[in-house]
């Protein structure tokens, strides 16, 4: 007969086993796909960005999209409090491997790759209090040996259930460049893209 202790941790086990997709599996994407839509009473945009720089577009007085340089998608909150700063990262999967954020030539995807996943899914959170429980429920998802078993189970039942918004990005024309391929790295950068955002603001936020 096993004993509790051994039971709950076979439990945890297999909870973290079936959370691993969550956390490292990133789905690939086929090029030429999907064009730029835009829904109903979205908020949506489009510009271009050369390597190095960062776009930016207020979506209301309290959000902001933002690709950051290098480049990965975020929506930021317009007047940031310490630790809330983005309200993206916390709600979108895989949190340890490439996803739909990243346009970045990471995880070992090559520019072609990178330019060619559309459109890129995202979504996020609409303030810090509930960045904060997302946070918190994060924390306990990635390292559960930090929390008890209750607290871990509950942690990944709940991640990513507050109020979300939602937004896609197509890229819809782009340069890339193996200039600088090295012969232990030939994954290219991309040097100028063009794309189009659609954001869906979660109810009563627009």
């Known amino acids: ?11 945890v086990i297999g909870a973290v086993l079936a959370s691993a997709q969550v956390l490292t599996h990133a789905a690939v994407k086929k090029p030429g796909q999907s064009r730029p839509e835009c829904s109903p009473d979205a908020i949506c945009f489009g510009g271009e960005v050369s390597a190095g720089q960062e776009f930016r ?3 209301n007085a309290e959000l902001e ?4 340089p290098s480049w990965t998608i975020a929506v930021t909150p317009k007047h940031a409090e310490g630790d809330c700063q ?16 990243n346009i970045d030539v990471s995880y070992g995807w090559s520019a072609e790759a990178e330019v060619s996943a559309s459109p890129r ?6 303030n810090c209090v509930d960045y904060r429980t997302e946070f918190e429920r ?3 998802v990635l390292w559960p040996y ?7 189970e509950e942690a990944l039942a709940k991640l990513g259930t507050s109020p979300l918004g939602k937004g896609r990005l197509w890229i819809t024309d ?3 460049s193996h200039a600088d391929d090295t012969p232990d790295k030939k994954l290219g950068k991309i040097e100028w893209m063009k794309f189009s955002v659609e954001i869906a603001l979660p109810p009563g936020r627009n």
């Open 1 to 11: 007969m096993c004993s509790p202790g051994r039971i709950t941790l076979v439990a």
């Open 57 to 59: 577009k207020l979506l």
């Open 65 to 68: 999209f933002v690709l950051q």
């Open 86 to 101: 983005e309200f993206a990262s916390v709600v979108n999967a895989p949190y340890r491997a490439h996803r739909d954020l």
């Open 121 to 126: 899914q995202f979504r996020f959170v609409r």
């Open 138 to 140: 994060l924390n306990a």
């Open 146 to 152: 930090t929390v008890s078993p209750a607290k871990y």
């Open 174 to 176: 782009s340069r890339v």
